[in-house]
């Protein structure tokens, strides 16, 4: 697999459904997380590579420990085209690992955007940065002394999706998709051809045609 894909160019091309449909075809059928998980602003698509987060629940903070120890080194060191992807086990955890601050940083380190199944705060700031994030819901509480990332890098399942560093996601406003890396080029080349025979459906259909000539020319659907 090649080290660098040209995210925003694909980002513009592709979209979840038909990454979707492709890895149910390459027998990956449950890499799309669940539909709670949603984007601060439908009008954003994200797509990069995971660099992972997995938070536990905690119960209370000693004195001389820095709870985000582990959150801040993923995310100074995060990367062009990278995305984090924090682990909470849903939004019943009740954290918000994801706000204004860390946005900010990752912004700064050439990161495109974050996908968490915990909550996000800071809205109104995250939205104005134009920052792709995609959340399990949104609520005001500091994930200090409730919950706190114990490893990154590291395989997680968000919110029900099996990600692996390394692996690519893309998210719009239909949802979440995760890529296995192991397959993504393959992935993206298929996804390309099928936009194509959907546009080329579209524009048939527009013109008249039945949907199952179309279908049994492309099929596609």
Not at 69 to 98: F, H, N, Q, S, Y
């Given at each position: 697999?090649?080290?660098?894909?040209d995210?925003?160019?694909?980002a513009?091309?592709?979209y979840?459904?038909?990454?979707?449909?492709?890895?149910?075809?390459l027998?990956?059928?449950?890499?799309?997380m669940?539909?709670f998980?949603?984007?601060?602003?439908e009008g954003?698509?994200?797509?990069?590579r995971a660099?992972?987060?997995l938070y536990?629940?905690?119960?209370?903070?000693?004195?001389?420990?820095n709870?985000?120890?582990?959150?801040?080194?993923?995310?100074?060191?995060?990367?062009?085209?990278?995305?984090?992807?924090?682990?909470?086990?849903?939004?019943?955890?009740?954290?918000?690992?994801?706000?204004?601050?860390?946005?900010?940083?990752?912004?700064m380190?050439?990161?495109?955007?974050?996908?968490?199944?915990?909550?996000?705060?800071?809205?109104?700031?995250?939205?104005?940065?134009?920052?792709?994030v995609?959340?399990?819901?949104i609520?005001p509480?500091?994930s200090?002394?409730r919950?706190?990332?114990?490893?990154?890098?590291?395989?997680?399942?968000?919110?029900?999706?099996?990600?692996?560093?390394?692996?690519?996601?893309?998210?719009?406003?239909?949802?979440?998709?995760?890529?296995p890396?192991?397959v993504a080029?393959?992935?993206?080349?298929?996804?390309?051809?099928?936009?194509e025979?959907?546009?080329?459906?579209?524009?048939?259909?527009?013109?008249?045609?039945?949907?199952k000539?179309?279908?049994d020319k492309?099929?596609?659907l």
């Amino acid at each position: 697999m090649p080290a660098l894909f040209d995210f925003e160019k694909l980002a513009a091309q592709l979209y979840t459904a038909v990454l979707s449909d492709v890895l149910d075809s390459l027998g990956y059928p449950n890499q799309a997380m669940a539909p709670f998980v949603r984007p601060l602003d439908e009008g954003l698509t994200l797509f990069g590579r995971a660099r992972t987060g997995l938070y536990m629940p905690t119960y209370s903070v000693s004195p001389d420990e820095n709870p985000y120890e582990v959150e801040i080194a993923l995310i100074d060191d995060l990367k062009p085209g990278d995305v984090p992807v924090l682990a909470c086990d849903g939004p019943t955890t009740r954290i918000a690992p994801w706000g204004e601050l860390l946005t900010t940083a990752s912004r700064m380190r050439g990161a495109v955007g974050c996908v968490t199944d915990g909550l996000v705060r800071d809205v109104r700031h995250i939205r104005t940065a134009g920052f792709p994030v995609f959340h399990g819901g949104i609520g005001p509480l500091d994930s200090k002394g409730r919950g706190k990332m114990m490893n990154m890098d590291v395989p997680v399942r968000c919110a029900g999706a099996a990600v692996a560093p390394g692996d690519l996601i893309f998210g719009d406003v239909d949802g979440v998709i995760a890529i296995p890396a192991a397959v993504a080029e393959k992935a993206i080349e298929i996804a390309l051809d099928k936009v194509e025979s959907e546009n080329r459906t579209r524009d048939e259909l527009l013109q008249g045609a039945l949907l199952k000539d179309v279908y049994d020319k492309y099929g596609v659907l």
